[in-house]
Every structure is written in C-alpha cells, then in structure tokens.
C-alpha cells in the first residue's frame, strides 16, 4: 500500500504520518509519502519520501497522480483568516490544487482501463455551515458558506463526491472539528485562539481572548482528528451509500467551559494568564460559526472522540508536556 499525505509537513500531518509509521493503516506497513510546501521534517520510523511543491500547480497534480497512491489524505490548505485576507490565493492553494489533483487522477484511472481508483480522505470544515443553526446540527443541514474559506472547502466537497460517483476515485470529506489544543505558536487561523488560551497557559505564558467566554464551539483534541483520518481510510465506503461528506464528533463548550476546564487541571494561577482583549475582525468570523452537532451518522459508523473538553487539555499535556508530570 502506497499512502500519500498532502500537507505532511503540517501538525496533523506528522501526526498522523508518525501513526501510520509506528502501528499502520488497515493492518499493513505502507509506504509513505509526505508532500507540503516546504519539505515536511522527519524523525521516526521508517524513511517516507518527502516531496515539495505547490499543491496549486499543474504540474504538482501530474507528478503527484502518477505516484498512484492507494491512499490520499488531502490536508493541505491556507487557514481561514489568511483565505479571507488573499482571495485569489485561497481559492488557488484550497480549491484549484484539489481540482488539479482529482483531474489527473481521473487521467491514472482512464490510463490504467478503469483498475485504478485511489481513495481520498479530504478534511473539510465547519465553515461550510452559516446560520441560523439549531440547538445541534444534524447530518441533513445544508451548506451555505459565508466566508471564502468555507466556499473553497464545500466546492472541493462537491468535486470529491462527483469524481466519486463518476468512478475516477473513491473519496471521502470529513468536516473536523477546530483541533485544539494545538501545539506550537498561534497561526492565521481565526480559531487560534482557542487553543492560545489553555496552550499558553499551561507553559507559564499570557494569553489574549478576543471573544466573548459565552461563545460556544465544536472541537476535537490532534489526537481524536488522527483517529478520525485513520478510521475514515479504513471503512467501507459501501456503507456511505454516496453521501460523500460527514459531520464528525466532537466536545461542545463555551469559552468558559474551557477556562473552567483549565481551572480544574492546574488551578487559578494559569487561567489568570489570559487577558480578555476583544477583536471584532476575529468577532465577525468565528460568531457564526457552528456551535453544537449530533453526528449521528458518523457515530454509527464508527467515529469516536473525546469524553469532554478536561480530557482535550489532559490529551495536549500527555503529549507535548510529558516534562510537566
């Protein structure tokens, strides 16, 4: 088995490259292909090619496809708040890369006489939803994006699952919760600061909350999406019966709900590192985004993740603060 990664030179993209490094994908050993716009780093097991490019490309697309991957796991993208900022390079890096990409592996799959069909996993988003929501969105509420990233992330959505239908691969789109607590320093994501708020905490620095504490959002913790990707590349997808894109599960809490979390781990001393500074830029954004899901669907299917928002910051400490026990 041959499995590409496209952003694994990312966080989750490591991740899950370690992963699949150390315990597999589907009961085998695969081959590994780690593809990012710089060249991802590598310090585990195994020797995974590590190829650069710009996923925008053409020619990106046809080196790529003509690797015939068993296993695409399409990650690669700019964040929200950057895809709003620069139009044009949002829609070229979110949209036209994947287009690029399933275009000319439908060209493999006509090439082979219709014997290669790759799986994809791509990680869409919740800002393919705007509201007004329900108290819990189910699996049947429509897309209707109201920012450039959630347009580019349902196109694309579109385009897995008519490449799909038509035969050319066998794709699948996975709306991930917002990833928190992510490791490293804040990026251009308008959703950075909830995981600024209990990182930098935790290692003795302030924090700045530019929202209201009453906002309610969606999250998983990086170690629930590698066990959402991996799940996803090892199901039937017989059993989507052609419905290609999935709401995942996920922990719902306020901004307060998480400080509180915090609270209860290590006590007032951190959670008096965060300094409430309101930003209405990042107000306009994340205040219409998704607060709350039934994921029935995916729950039948397998999917599983986190117990509450305590064992999201107890997940980050066990990982990436094991010095702090």
């Not at 008519?162 to 320093?185: A, E, F, H, Q």
């Not at 913790?221 to 052609?242: I, M, T």
């Not at 006590?267 to 899901?293: E, H, Q, Y």
């Amino acid at each position: 088995m041959k499995v590409l990664i496209l952003g694994g030179g990312g966080m989750i993209g490591q991740k899950l490259a370690h992963d699949i490094s150390v315990n597999g994908l589907g009961g085998e050993t695969p081959e590994l292909i780690l593809h990012d716009i710089a060249k991802p780093r590598w310090s585990g097991a195994g020797n995974p090619t590590l190829l650069t490019g710009d996923i925008a490309a053409d020619e990106t697309a046809q080196t790529l496809a003509a690797l015939k991957p068993d296993v695409i796991f399409f990650l690669a993208a700019i964040v929200s708040s950057d895809a709003e900022a620069n139009f044009k390079t949002g829609w070229d890096v979110n949209t036209r890369g994947a287009w690029n990409l399933l275009d000319a592996l439908r060209e493999q799959h006509e090439a082979s006489a219709n014997a290669y069909r790759p799986k994809i996993i791509f990680t869409s988003s919740l800002a393919v939803f705007s509201g007004p929501y329900p108290d819990a969105i189910g699996d049947d509420f429509h897309n209707a994006p109201q920012s450039s990233y959630g347009a580019q992330k349902s196109v694309v959505e579109l385009l897995i699952s008519d490449y799909s239908r038509k035969g050319y691969v066998d794709g699948l789109s996975i709306r991930l919760p917002t990833i928190c607590v992510r490791p490293g320093k804040p990026n251009l994501a308008a959703s950075s600061f909830y995981s600024s708020i209990i990182r930098e905490p935790l290692n003795g620095q302030e924090a700045i909350l530019p929202v209201p504490d009453s906002l309610r959002h969606w999250f998983a913790s990086p170690q629930s999406a590698v066990g959402f990707l991996k799940h996803a590349a090892e199901l039937d997808f017989n059993r989507l019966e052609g419905r290609r894109a999935m709401n995942l599960p996920g922990v719902s809490c306020t901004v307060a709900d998480q400080i509180e979390a915090l609270r209860q781990i290590t006590g007032n001393d951190a959670v008096k590192l965060i300094k409430s500074v309101p930003n209405a830029d990042i107000a306009n954004i994340v205040m219409g985004w998704p607060r709350n899901f039934n994921p029935e669907r995916a729950i039948k299917l397998g999917f599983r993740a986190d117990k509450d928002f305590a064992s999201i910051i107890q997940s980050y400490i066990d990982t990436e603060m094991p010095d702090s026990h």
